[in-house]
């Protein structure tokens, strides 16, 4: 079981908003700590998304958006494209001093 | 350019020991701030973290696997070992090890390839 809760699954359309949510508690997303998000396509390794909560790396769409708020944080998908059809990860640093993620979302393009 | 590629046995027998490598280019880690960790995943499931170790050799573990880990690092080969002692079946899954940024924030922005193993007798 993860320490951060994701959905397992959204779906959208072509052309429409997604959101994804990650919940944690006190110890981590709450402590402070930043969320940081990764996609990972079909049989290859993860890829960093956003990080720092809102940041893109270089090379990440404008599409892919992240904030943060309390115990929670968001990735938002606009613009949805067939290509965006993923696993996504939610991480954070939890005061127990260890990485954490969650337990993963299935975005399908519809 | 950052690259990081994960080795080891596909295959180990239930309570062997398994030790993997990451072998890394495109930095040192002896640079402040820098850390290599490490995170698997089974098959069909989620990813978990594992390990980390910091440019400073500071140490970090998963406490669930904590008893069973050993990061060590060898910053004049660019290498850095995990080890994971008993191995049992539900230990079956792909390995990674990733370049990780360690000030201010905790994220990892290189992933090697992965390196499947299999706990089998």
């Known amino acids: 079981q993860s320490v951060l809760t994701q959905p397992p699954s959204v779906s959208g359309a072509p052309g429409q908003r997604v959101t994804i949510s990650c919940t944690g508690s006190?110890?981590?997303?709450?402590?402070?700590?930043?969320v940081h998000w990764y996609q990972q396509l079909p049989g290859t390794a993860p890829k960093l998304l956003i990080y720092?909560?809102?940041n893109r790396p270089s090379g990440v769409p404008d599409r892919f958006s992240g904030s943060k708020s309390g115990t929670s944080a968001s990735l938002a998908i606009t613009g949805l494209q067939a290509e965006d059809e993923a696993d996504y990860y939610c991480?954070?640093?939890?005061?127990?001093?260890?990485?954490?993620f969650g337990g993963g979302t299935k975005l399908t393009v519809l | 350019q950052i690259t990081l590629k994960e080795s080891g046995p596909p295959l180990v027998k239930p309570t062997q020991t398994l030790t993997l490598t990451c072998t890394f280019s495109?930095?040192?880690?002896?640079?402040?701030?820098?850390?290599v960790g490490w995170i698997r995943q089974p098959p069909g499931k989620a990813l978990e973290w594992l390990a980390l170790v910091y440019w400073d050799d500071d140490k970090r573990y998963s406490p669930s696997l904590k008893t069973r880990l050993t990061i060590t690092k060898d910053t004049s080969k660019n290498q850095v070992v995990l080890t994971m002692t008993n191995m049992d079946p539900v230990d079956t899954a792909t390995y990674y090890c990733?370049?990780?940024?360690?000030?201010?924030?905790?994220?990892?922005?290189?992933w090697g390839q992965g390196t499947l193993v299999t706990v089998s007798s």
């Open positions: 990733a370049h990780t940024v360690t000030l201010g924030s905790w994220y990892s922005d290189y």
């Open positions: 991480q954070s640093y939890d005061s127990s001093l260890r990485g954490v």
């Open positions: 720092g909560n809102s």
């Open positions: 006190s110890s981590n997303i709450g402590a402070g700590y930043d």
């Open positions: 495109g930095f040192s880690l002896s640079t402040s701030g820098v850390g």
